[in-house]
């Protein structure tokens, strides 16, 4: 029998005794259903599929316990008994034995990853050596010696594992409880003792993720509209979500397009991340330091610049990750007059990128060849010259890269892309990413040091400032005060405005350890309140249909902490209204009743209304605007449908037990086929009342 047919009988038994006998009790005894299980899901876009999936029916293989990468040659040629379920330590998740492991699919079933308790040493990077490479600003017509990362590599660590695609699934195991009991059963059942083969039964597990969706972003959306006509089954969607804006002014937001006399700064942070598995990507130095940073700024700022020249405008962009999808959109937006202010408004871009400080210098990056023209270049260099005199006194320095350095993956690209806009990117790298774990499960709460004393309450969490919390916060003074000084505020003003390690203490617990917390209970409404978690938060975009858990935590901040409070009915306030007759605010404002605290007496919250200028903006690819699945410009990204994620780990008896299985379970098929045919054509005799013909059963 060819391993190929072996594989294919082993689903089919399975298959049968799923849908067959599943509800047997026996099953309970024999299975061991694994809890958490955290995937690896297929993305495509307008070439490639990436990511991987399990067979329709799950994949089954031995468990095999990888102790090396020589051991791999057990998996490949010498066990016998493929195909085998590989189980890996971390430190062996590497691209040499996954490729391995790839090419030799016909005796790999799956994967299993153990998850660390704590972060490994030295670099992991699943992502690509060049971030969007594609889609950024330096395309062969913007400078031919700054393409495809020519010169500054931004991620050289970077194994392009998330990019892959796999024929199998591959999961990641919590090293816990689930685990040992895995471990235990390699030992006991399937590990070759003095090079003896090992006996059945065997020790098995079987991994289930299928995926809908096949080959490229245009085939698939093609079988969304086919499919969408016979049954509303779509088979991918597209990655899509919102940004995040408010202004330091209100601005009118149901009239579009260009806005005279108004100049805006605009102050922006990414919003998303990703890892290898879809649903773990914690995104602390590539996220959540620049968003944190850019909120924290913005409270700063809150009290001072309604009288300031020109307008801040803070933008938190989503799905960056996957070919900058929510600045293209926002760009596109402002150049066809369907976003509240146009690309002539801009006065300049300030961007915060990765700014976790590992040492105490961040690096200031600008495009050189906006700059060859001279008044950008003259904006530029006011911009630096902010920002230099916004960090005095602070506890680092501030340091341009070489003049010819292009610059790192950053939105800011896509407005550089539609015109030359005067702007800076602020990071904590001069050339390579400082960060180790670039869009990784490594890049948590662990690696930012946000750490604190052992035996403290999650409200003592909450309130204590942990050093990269002051440090961050000395970054959010940094930025706000070179924003004000940006929008034409006064110079002696400067040192009175401060950021607040408290509050970025409360937001790097909220986003990196639990936003469930007492503290953002308060800020959302009730309806929301099931959007929090227990976990750090997953900085992974999703797709289209609902707002992500970010987006959310980042659109009711950015309106506590730039917005008031204002005392209206609840009624009113969710009509987006300050009375009855009010029908103008709405243009200006947006207002959201939150839960608000209990008083000391009651269980009871208090609601209150929130005024403020925060928006949501569509972030999603102008690619699916116009239909262009195979767009080169735009990011073309979508995800898969899938059923359900699903593994469990069992003993296999012998194949002659396994033939036995299939014989009874074919055996059982085809006794209710005849019993089914039996019953339909007796139908008349056995239900009288029935007066269907019989062929209407099939
Ligand atoms: C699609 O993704 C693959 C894998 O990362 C990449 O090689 C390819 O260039 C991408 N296609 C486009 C059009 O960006
Ligand atoms: C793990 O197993 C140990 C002992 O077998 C048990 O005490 C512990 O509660 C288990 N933990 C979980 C999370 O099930
Ligand atoms: C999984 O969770 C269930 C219910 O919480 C528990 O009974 C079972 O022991 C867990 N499985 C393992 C392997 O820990
Ligand atoms: C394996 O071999 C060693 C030495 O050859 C022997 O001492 C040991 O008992 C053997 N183990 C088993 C399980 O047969
Ligand atoms: C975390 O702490 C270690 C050791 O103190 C230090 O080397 C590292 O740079 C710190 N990282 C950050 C992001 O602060
Ligand atoms: C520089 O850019 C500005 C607008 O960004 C444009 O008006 C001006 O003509 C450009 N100057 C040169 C020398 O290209
Ligand atoms: C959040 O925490 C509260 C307790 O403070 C708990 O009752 C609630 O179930 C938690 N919500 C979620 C979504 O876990
Ligand atoms: C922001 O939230 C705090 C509670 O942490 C509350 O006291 C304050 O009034 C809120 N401010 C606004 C403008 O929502
Ligand atoms: C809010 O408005 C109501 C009615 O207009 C008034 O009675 C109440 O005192 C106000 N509350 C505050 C805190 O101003
Ligand atoms: C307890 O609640 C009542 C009204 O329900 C209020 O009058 C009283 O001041 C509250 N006491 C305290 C200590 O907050």
Redesign the pocket.
Known sequence: MDLLSNKLIVNLVFGLFFTGVSCNSVENKIYVNLNYTISCVRLLNATHQIGCQSSLSGDVGVLHLLESEENLDWVLRTGHNPPYMVILESALFTRSIMMKLKSGSNRVSGVAVVAPSSNPPGDFSPHTTCPNENTGVYSESYDPALAHCNGTVWNPQGNGLSYEEFDFPIFSLKDDNDTQVIRQCFMDHNRPVNGSVPQYPLCAMQLYSHMSAVTDTATCMRRNDINFSLNPEMVCDPLGDYNVWASSKPLNNTAKGHKMNESVVIAAARLDSRSFFFDIAPGADSAASGLVTLLAAAHALRNVTAQLNRTIFYTFFQGETFDYIGSSRMVYDMENDQFAVDLNNIHSVLEIGQVGLHDSKLWLHSDPVSKRNSSVNEEVRKLMSNLQSAATGLNFSLEEPDVTQPLPPSSFQQFLRARPIPGVVIENHQSRFANRFYESMFDNAEYLNVSYPPNLTPEEKLEFVTDTAKALAEVATMVARALYAQAGGEETQLSSIQADPQLVNQMLYSFLVQS???WF?QLIPSDL??????KPTNFYIGVNQQTSEPTLLVEYLLANLTGSVINITKDNCQSNRENEDDKDSKHMYSYVWVQGAAPANSTEREGFCVRSTVRLSKALSPAFELREYTSKNYSTWTESRWKSITGRIFLVASHDLEMLTLGVGIGVLLTSFLLTYFISSKADILFSSSREPTSATY
Do not use: E, G
């Not at 309140?529 to 227990?534: A, D, E, G």
């Open positions: 469930n917390n007492s209970q309140k099931s959007h929090l978690t227990n």
